[in-house]
Structures are given as C-alpha cells and as structure tokens.
C-alpha cells in the first residue's frame, strides 16, 4: 500500500487534530512573475503568499497585521462552509467591516471538509494584485487513501501590469461602451511564467501524483492538457466524484480540481504539458483567442531535454455536469423556495457600466450580518438590507437558484457557505429556463462554483442548513465590482442564536467610523427607514484604496446603541494624524472607508508612490501614483517601503512566521 511521509503525517495528525495558526504581515513587495516588475500584495515580505495547510477537524487561526500603507483588505477562505462562523467568512461590508491600514483582525474556524481550496482578499476587487494563496485540508479518511504516492499542487493565474485601482477606474467609465472587463497581460502557473522560470513536476517512473489545480484567476479559465498522460480526476471543489478519465479539463475562475497522473514505467524521455488561458466570451465559438498560454513539464530525467512548447490544436474540455459525487447524494427533492436571477450588463444613470443580477448590488453601510444581528423579527424583511439583492429563505428548506445567463459570454458563479447540486446546465444558446418539467440527473454533480453556459441557464439545489449570510456572485472579479453580486440570507432566527460578533471586529468598524448594528443605513430605531443608505456602487471606485471621510459629516441617523455610531469628530488619541511626517497610511486612523477621493486622472498619472494627503476644509485628499508602462519597471517598488515607514507607528511588526500547530 502507498503512503508517503506527507500522508502519513496527516494520518497521525488527524487522531490529534488540533489548531494550526498563521500570523501574518499583509505588505507590499516586488515581483516580476512574467518578467515585469511591478507591486504585489505580499504575506510577511514574500510572495507568492503561502499554502494554509490542515487536516479535517483542525481549527485554522489566522491572524492579519495590514501593513499595506493605503489598502483596507480581508481574507475569504473559500469553499470553506464556515459552519458556526459566519463571522469569519471575511467579505468586506458583508459579514465584517475591511480591516484598515495599521488594525489588526483573526478569523478562526474550523476546517470540516476535506479538500482543495483557496483564501483571497474579498475588499474592493483586490486579490488580481497579488493576496491569494492555496488552502489545502488533507482528509485521514480519503476514499483515494492508497492510490497515490505524492500530491503537487498547482495554480493558475491570470496576471495584470497595472494595478487593481486603476484597472477598475478604466472599466468602470462611461467611456467603456462594450462593458469590458480589464484584459490580462499574461497567465501564470504557480505563480510564473516560461519568461521567468519553467514549472517542472519531477516524476519518478511507477508512482502515481496527485495534482490539485486551483484557478486563482480573475477573469480567465484555465485550460489544462498533459502530454501523453491522462487525467483521472477524482475531487472538484472539496467534493470527492467517482474517478473520471479526461484528456482535457477547463477550470473556471475560483475552480479547483484534483485528479491522479500516473507516471510512465520508465524515464525514456520528458514531457510537457499546457495551460491556455481562456479570455474568450464563449469558448466554443468558432475563432475563439488562445494568445495567453503557459507551458508546463513533466521531468523524469534531469539529463535529458525537456520537449518542444506542446500544442493543442483544440479545445474540448471534459463536461463536469457528468461528474457523480462519490457519497451518490441523491437529488434534493422538489423545492421550498425557488429563486429566479436573471443576470445582464448595461449602465446606470451615469452611463458607468454596471452589472445586474435582478439588480445591481450596492455595498450597504453596516455589515448584512451585522444587521441580521440587530434588527430582531425584522431580519425575515429583505427591505432591511438595502440594495444587496437579498434573499431570505428560512432553516431546512430546499432552495432552488434558477440562474438565467442574459449575456452572451460564460461566467462562473460561486456561492458562499455551501456546495450545490447543478441539477442542469444547457450549453450556450439554450436560453432562459421556461419552467418546464425536464429530468434532472438522480445523482447530480456538486461543487460551489459552476460556469453558466452564455445566453443559457443553470438550476442549482441545496438545503438551508447553514444559517449565515452568504454571497452568491460571478467570480470575475470585475463583475463583482460591477454590481453581479447576489445575497442570502439563510434562517436569520437560528444566526441571530447562534451568532456572536468579535469585540474586535465591531472595533475595526467603529475605528472607521462604520455603523455595527440597524439595517443598511445604521438606522437602529426604523428599521424599514433606509434615508441615508448607499444607494449607488462608489463612483469613483477605486476600489480597496483607504481613503479618509470626515466622519463628523456623515449622515445622521437615529440610533440606539452608542456603540453603533462612535464619535469620531476626533481622531483616536493614539493615531493623531500629521500631515508634515506620514503618508495616507496614517488616514486609518481617522476612518472613513470605502468613500475615496482619487480621481480617475489622477490614478492613470500615478499608482505605486504613497505622497502625503492634500487637506482642505477638513477632507484629506490623496494621490497615489501608478503609471503603468514597462519603463516604470524598476520604479514602483516607492508604495510598499511608505508602507514599511510608517506601520510600525500602529503596531510592532511581527516576525515572519511558519504556522504553529497546537495539538490537544
């Protein structure tokens, strides 16, 4: 029987399971993955970030320190089901407030599911600059458990010169008529390209690999070929399915796939293998665009040559609809409540484009969970939430999310807190679902991501036994920034029991100046009163760039709970604001995310140097500077050594760190 060293750890792991705990400096650093130099969002001076690393039943701490200077940010860890801890699901504005330069913030959960995920920020469209990493949880009890001797994990990624700030602002313009997504410069694999280094997986002759690929992309699938070897996949986003054999896979932005390579019985030569990234509207059209593509290795002998760039000639990528989970969950029976979306692009009254799933979303004031928490009997009321697109359903039923694709190009959609059953998925052109009585699969494939074929639908299922507040969004980054964003809110009665805010996380809202309880405007009195709620996505919205408000401006609501709306006509004594010494990584101090005052003209002439705020009648101003030009290679390293100045005036810097793991 096979079982390598790293198996058998997490076999003795799994009989002390325990706590595996991460402390991290979230910063910025250089790195020129594809060979252009720019800055990234790193993890404790270092990126790539780091692989979180469990085994089912462990309690995963993760502490983050932002250190970014000018960036709010948090994590989401995704697939994870957060059974218990809706709290630490980390969406920005959904169930916490975005932890501001200088603050602190710890999630904790425990990890109950094994499987392939992934943890990203979830503030402002910010993870395409760099905060993404693995998160694996090894499972003592793999149905696989024998049948392989070594797992490699492997991302893919597309990659952007320019930063997300001004990527956003370029999209989100009037002039930006088609309503296009910002456009990769290049794709990566593991984090590089055949322009700076090739990924190479060293095979011995006889074993068998276990590879987990995660899509951490933003806009582009991953399409993924070996040369000579076939793929015999066996989990899809933390869900075990009975083997499959596929020649070719496509995976989705926020996808991941694990399947099993068995090595050639002798070393005779080396081979290749090809990711090609997927930037098309519909894959399937004639005269689709493969310009973006990273070459691979499989090295059996470092003495001999690796091959020839491996080509594919055509792309027809294994159906996962046909996938069989390996427990055969039957079909979830007729259901209780059935959600229709139909989700398009088009503009607002500004001409901005934006996206519409039903509506557009609009980031609320308080945290949704925040408002399920406090506004009592009235949390079954989705006019509470303001314009989240919120959707109530309540403990045990079976709830059917009918999804109707109105554009003409694929977009994966994930949803938090659950994996669904996909009980059908036409291909593209089908159009919308029209109700009728079709035979779904008796044992349907599950997952919490799926692509929704273009001018087509999918029909998802799942049980309402997860009270929490969860996102249900296209994971195109961009289109989240767009407004595709969905929420339910699932048996607020049981969250409302089950639920208990952190006194540090309402602490990291109150330090902005963020209202913690009342429905979307903060109103704690009226819960149905929603004057003074968002009622526009930000325009200009640059997205997780911190920026101060005066607080003493805002709109005045009525309250309850001194808590709910602090004094923040003064800044904390402990982080009084100076213009003459700091950069805007000090303006935390003062709150005021996510309003920014960068203008659009001002991102496009500047983004990588933090200068010192404009002040002017009370409200601080900010140009950051990011031009992005391959002559600017080795000039924008100025942003993150602000960020190193001036943090240690918040916080000690805590050492980099391996994870510690507590066993009990």
Same mark, same amino acid.
């Given at each position: 029987m096979r079982m390598s060293i790293g198996l058998l750890a997490a076999f003795i792991c799994h009989s002390i399971a325990g706590t595996v705990e991460y402390d991290w400096n979230i910063t910025w650093v250089d790195a020129a993955p594809d060979g252009f130099s720019r800055p990234v969002i790193g993890i404790n001076g270092q990126w790539p970030c780091p692989t979180i690393k469990a085994t089912v039943g462990d309690q995963v701490v993760v502490t983050i320190h932002n250190k970014l200077a000018n960036e709010a940010t948090s994590l989401h860890f995704h697939g994870i089901l957060q059974r218990g801890t809706n709290e630490m699901d980390g969406a920005g504005q959904?169930?916490?407030?975005?932890?501001?330069?200088?603050?602190?913030?710890?999630?904790?959960?425990?990890?109950?599911?094994?499987?392939?995920?992934?943890?990203?920020?979830?503030t402002g469209g910010q993870y395409p600059d760099g905060l993404r990493g693995p998160l694996i949880v090894h499972?003592?009890?793999?149905?696989?458990?024998?049948?392989?001797?070594?797992?490699?994990?492997?991302?893919?990624?597309? /990659?952007?010169?320019?930063?997300?700030?001004?990527?956003?602002?370029?999209?989100?313009?009037?002039?930006?008529v088609p309503i296009r997504p910002p456009f990769p410069d290049s794709g990566l694999l593991n984090d590089t390209s055949n322009e700076t280094a090739n990924v190479t997986l060293k095979f011995?002759?006889?074993?068998?690999?276990? +590879?987990?690929? +995660?899509n951490m992309g933003a806009l582009a699938a991953a399409m993924l070929q070996f040369d000579s070897?076939?793929? @015999?996949?066996?989990?899809?986003?933390?869900?075990?399915?009975?083997?499959?054999?596929?020649?070719?896979?496509?995976?989705?932005?926020?996808?991941?796939?694990? $399947?099993?390579? =068995?090595? @050639?019985?002798?070393d005779g030569r080396n081979y290749a293998f090809l990711t090609s990234f997927d930037i098309n509207k519909d894959f399937t059209k004639a005269?689709?665009? /493969?310009?973006?593509?990273?070459?691979?290795? +499989? =090295?059996?002998?470092?003495?001999?040559?690796?091959?020839?760039? $491996?080509?594919?000639?055509? /792309?027809?990528?294994?159906?996962?609809?046909?996938l069989v989970p390996y427990d055969n969950q039957k079909?979830?029976?007729?259901?209780?409540?059935?959600?229709?979306?139909?989700?398009?692009?088009?503009?607002?009254?500004?001409g901005i484009p934006r996206a519409y799933m039903n509506n557009t979303y609009v980031p609320p004031k308080v945290p949704t969970l925040y408002s399920v928490l406090t506004v009592g009997e009235d949390a079954d009321n989705p006019a509470v939430y303001g314009q989240v697109n919120p959707l109530v359903v309540q403990y045990g039923q079976t709830v059917e999310i009918v999804l109707n694709n109105l554009d003409d190009a694929i977009h994966p959609f994930h949803l938090h807190g659950h994996h669904f059953q996909v009980c059908n998925r036409p291909s593209s052109g089908a159009g919308s679902f029209g109700g009728d009585n079709r035979t779904f699969p008796s044992v349907p494939v599950r997952r919490d991501t799926v692509s929704v074929n273009a001018n087509s639908h999918v029909i998802l299922r799942f049980t309402a036994d997860n009270p929490g507040v969860w996102l249900f969004h296209c994971h195109i980054e961009w289109h989240v920034s767009m407004g595709l964003v969905a929420t339910i809110i699932e048996a607020p009665a049981k969250l409302q029991r089950a639920i208990t805010i952190p006194q540090h996380h309402l602490d990291i809202c109150i330090a902005q100046c963020l209202p913690t309880a009342g429905n979307a405007a903060g109103n704690t009195v009226n819960h149905t009163d929603l004057a003074g709620a968002n009622t526009a996505s930000p325009n200009p919205d640059n997205g997780a760039l911190f920026n101060i408000s005066a607080?003493? @401006?805002?709109?005045?609501?009525?309250?309850?709970?001194?808590?709910?709306?602090?004094? *923040?006509?003064?800044?904390?004594?402990?982080?009084?604001?100076?213009?003459?010494?700091?950069?805007?990584?000090?303006?935390?101090?003062?709150?005021? $995310?996510?309003? *920014?005052?960068?203008? =659009?003209? =001002?991102?496009?002439?500047?983004?990588?140097?933090?200068?010192?705020?404009?002040?002017?009648?009370?409200?601080?101003?900010?140009?950051?500077h990011t031009k992005a030009t391959r002559t600017r290679t080795h000039q924008l390293s100025d942003l993150h050594r602000v960020s190193k100045k001036v943090t240690t005036r918040y916080s000690t810097v805590c050492p980099d760190s391996e994870p510690t793991r507590h066993h009990g």
């Open positions: 959904v169930t916490q407030c975005s932890v501001p330069p200088g603050r602190s913030f710890t999630y904790r959960f425990t990890v109950d599911k094994p499987g392939t995920y992934w943890y990203h920020s979830h499972d003592p009890d793999d149905p696989y458990h024998g049948q392989y001797d070594e797992e490699v994990v492997l991302t893919t990624s597309d /990659w952007y010169h320019d930063q997300v700030p001004v990527l956003l602002n370029r999209m989100l313009s009037p002039s930006n011995t002759p006889g074993k068998t690999y276990k +590879i987990r690929v +995660i070897h076939t793929m @015999k996949v066996i989990e899809i986003d933390g869900v075990y399915v009975h083997e499959h054999h596929a020649e070719q896979i496509r995976v989705s932005p926020a996808q991941r796939y694990a $399947f099993l390579l =068995e090595a @050639k019985p002798t005269g689709s665009d /493969w310009r973006l593509n990273v070459t691979g290795y +499989i =090295e059996y002998d470092s003495a001999k040559t690796l091959p020839a760039l $491996f080509i594919v000639d055509d /792309w027809d990528p294994l159906d996962d609809f046909t079909l979830l029976p007729v259901p209780d409540n059935q959600i229709t979306l139909d989700f398009h692009s088009g503009f607002d009254d500004l607080c003493s @401006k805002s709109t005045s609501i009525a309250t309850s709970s001194a808590a709910s709306s602090p004094d *923040c006509s003064h800044p904390p004594v402990s982080h009084t604001y100076r213009a003459d010494t700091t950069s805007i990584a000090t303006k935390s101090s003062r709150g005021g $995310f996510p309003v *920014c005052q960068v203008t =659009e003209s =001002e991102l496009e002439s500047t983004v990588a140097h933090a200068t010192p705020p404009n002040v002017s009648n009370g409200i601080h101003t900010t140009t950051v």
